[in-house]
């Protein structure tokens, strides 16, 4: 019959979601449609990154029918570093690497290099 000699287009769905972190790691879980487990973890070349439970993340389904998906990277909210274009922040917790447009580092926070601690410290929260 004609209809059997008709092109296939495979149906797909949806190509990204978000969704929150259900299994932090690396595979992590996520939420999309429903629970999904071991998604790997991409992030950019030198950089290592490990979700968060309840990080809000983006989730890439790859492959030919969307079997092998992907977390590509968490929701910002860049306007709180007070960051402008072109500026690139790093933080976690209390910490942060901040790179200006002038050319200037900045960190907060403890700065070690080679285990040796540079400049004061910071002082402790008494609690």
Do not use: I
């Not at 490990?50 to 092998?68: S, T, Y």
Request: glycine letters at 18%; a neutral charge.
């Amino acid at each position: 019959m004609w209809l059997s000699r008709q092109r296939q287009v495979p149906r797909r769905g949806v190509a990204a979601l978000t969704g929150p972190v259900t299994v932090p790691g690396d595979p992590a879980g996520a939420w999309l449609e429903g629970e999904r487990r071991g998604v790997a973890v991409y992030a950019p070349g030198g950089y290592h990154w490990v979700p968060a439970a309840g990080q809000e993340v983006l989730v890439l389904k790859a492959g030919g029918e969307g079997e092998k998906p992907c977390a590509l990277g968490a929701a910002q909210d860049s306007g709180e570093l007070g960051l402008r274009p072109g500026e690139v922040a790093l933080t976690v917790g209390k910490a942060a690497v901040r790179l200006t447009l002038e050319g200037s580092v900045e960190v907060t926070g403890l700065l070690k290099v080679n285990g040796t601690v540079v400049g004061p410290q910071p002082e402790r929260e008494e609690g």
